[in-house]
């Protein structure tokens, strides 16, 4: 690799994406299957800042993967760059709002697009709280979600779908979240386990204290502490779904 402090910021498709926790360089692309790697341009931002994330995903308009880049800066809104696989240069986005930064975590990306937590400290008017970039067309767009979900013991459980390309909440379920874990505690959905379940990461006395990978069944209120030989006690999740591609061949072809 490029040095011991590259960090997973992003997953897609199967394939990795890391960069330095301290400078928008070096940023890859990896299968740690295949244990290749494609090093992406290198950025230089003419603007200061004090942190940074990045995001993969995949555009399906065009069979080719983006890289979206988030800078925390002391500006009214945050500062974005994307670039395609294949590109020799990042290009600028504009994007009203700020987001929420977690540490080293990533946008999500699901069915072509990225998203975002809208920090709703610096934007309170209104009920937008996720900001979605659709990759084909490279446009910011927001979700709402109605005000009156706001309870800290209930989990809501929303399924985005795309209609007619604008993007939309569809409620789903409400779990009860009233577990074993004390005030301290955060519970960070990782994915869900089929129907009936979630993979969950708990923090045990706040966002950056030690944590379980916990799988939790809402419908019976119930939960396990799933038990990983060498876990370390402080980590991150992250999806991943294996692949056998070599990231070289994505960078002209579509796949």
């Not at 400078?23 to 200061?48: M, Y």
């Not at 604008?166 to 874990?181: I, K, P, S």
């Not at 990461?201 to 019976?220: A, C, I, N, T």
Request: with cysteine; net charge neutral.
């Amino acid at each position: 690799m490029h040095g011991r402090y590259l960090s997973i910021m992003g997953s897609c498709n199967g394939f990795l994406c890391m960069a330095s926790e301290r400078s928008p360089n070096p940023a890859i692309i990896c299968n740690p299957i295949t244990r290749e790697q494609i090093c992406l341009p290198e950025s230089v931002p003419d603007f200061p800042f004090f942190d940074h994330h990045i995001g993969l995903g995949y555009d399906l308009s065009t069979k080719k993967y983006k890289v979206v880049r988030m800078y925390m800066d002391n500006s009214e809104f945050n500062r974005f760059q994307i670039i395609t696989l294949g590109e020799s240069s990042w290009r600028q986005l504009d994007a009203p709002y700020r987001v929420l930064f977690w540490g080293i975590v990533g946008p999500i990306y699901c069915e072509g697009a990225l998203y975002w937590i809208i920090d709703k400290v610096s934007h309170s008017v209104g009920n937008e709280y996720i900001l979605v970039l659709d990759l084909s067309d490279e446009e910011f767009r927001t979700i709402t979600i109605p005000s009156n979900i706001r309870m800290p013991r209930l989990m809501h459980v929303w399924r985005v779908i795309s209609n007619r390309g604008r993007n939309c909440m569809v409620h789903h379920y409400t779990c009860d979240m009233y577990v074993h874990w004390n005030v301290f505690s955060r519970p960070v959905l990782v994915s869900m386990l089929g129907e009936d379940s979630f993979l969950l990461e708990v923090s045990k006395f706040g966002l950056h204290w030690e944590r379980d990978l916990v799988q939790y069944f809402p419908q019976m209120r119930q939960y396990y502490n799933l038990k990983i030989d060498r876990l370390p006690t402080w980590f991150r999740s992250i999806c991943f779904s294996p692949n056998l591609i070599s990231p070289h061949s994505v960078l002209f072809h579509v796949v």
